[in-house]
């Protein structure tokens, strides 16, 4: 029997060496997870069961169980590269087979997927045609590279302060000769097809105590030529706009193939006249011209976002995570890749940062949590595990010997 022992002891012990020295070759794996060889020992079965002085007829491998804890996190150049702070797996798809993953490489593939290595897709939530992220069954992300459409300015607001102390201007409105108004201020606005047109104001105070008169005119013309205006802008004695806001019926010429006229409502709410000289504290518009991808960034609720040069921002995507109630219970498949089993239990996938899921961080991957000191010791030890049982062989071998040479 010492015999049986002996060789269940080696036979643990090189399972033991074998696991420790896979988790010492992966330590520098991203997102690798190491695992630690369970034994228990055991008894011989008989038909009306053990004795108090039964022996043990040696040990067995109960299990290889996975250490799921969290490994280092190091930054990369690669905005692509993930790692997940907390719990959570990436889910990963590949010709219809869903697997979950730490490790965090990723790539683009010739068609704008987020690929690994492998080429599994990362999968994800999409967006619907206005960005709004459709959170339903997660599909492969995709980074799409077509550029966004230009859209044509239909508001256009500024805050300014008029000074209440200049000059009343009775002389006809000249866009050319500044003695025919007091202030003027411009910004750039964008019709259909996203070209940018001028779009100047200007303000001449009139004999009528907080009255001002408005003109507008595109592209530096001469003339007056945005239709609904002059207008009257009013202020009471405390320097308030009591003009209702915003103007409406503003329309402008377009030329160039664009959509004519294009319509802007004026909006001046929060404009003031005080004693004080005429300032422009805000002046901006909705409208924008085409644009094209310039990059996009990940941030840790996992939303893609993709960043224009015409200086707008898109939802791309989010990528999703999933957990398991008993990840132990996942099947490795190789290559960092696990599957769900009976023992996991089913996914639960959602957004990062909800529920137990963890967070992402972008331009970083989590390094394998294989603590190499730990690990060469325990190899140490696992050796010496192994030269004892052979040693336990050995002695029965010298027991035998003994009783062979009886005589």
Known sequence: MSFQTGLSGLNSA??????????????????????????????????????SAQVGIGTKVATIAQDFTQGTIAVTNNPLDLAVSGGGFFRMTQNGVVTYSRNGEFQLDSEG??????????????????????????????I?????????????????????????????????????YTSTTAGTVYDTLGNPHIVELFFARTATAGQWNLFGTIDNSATPNIAGLPASVNFNTSGVLTTAMPVAGATMPITGGAASPLTLALDFSGSTQFGADFGVTTLNQNGFSSGRLAGFNIGSDGVVQGRYNNGQTRTLGQVVLSTFVNPQGLGPLGDGQFTETSDSGLP???????GSLGSLQSAALEQGNVDLTEALVELITAQRNYQANAQTIKTQDAVLQTLVNLR
């Open 14 to 51: 090189a399972r033991n060496l074998d696991v420790i020295g896979n988790n010492v070759a992966n330590a520098n794996v991203s997102g690798f997870k190491g695992a630690r060889a369970q034994f228990a020992d055991v008894f011989a079965a008989s038909l009306n069961g053990g004795g």
């Open 113 to 142: 997927f987020i690929v690994n290595a492998l080429d599994y897709n990362l999968t994800g939530f999409g967006v619907d045609a206005s960005g709004n992220i459709v959170a339903s069954q997660p599909s492969p992300l995709q």
């Open 144 to 180: 799409s590279t077509a550029d966004v459409p230009p859209t044509a300015t239909s508001a256009f607001n500024a805050v300014f302060n008029l000074d209440s102390r200049a000059a009343v201007i009775t002389a006809p409105f000249d866009a050319n000769n500044p003695a025919t």
């Open 348 to 354: 639960i996938t959602g957004a990062p940062e909800s």
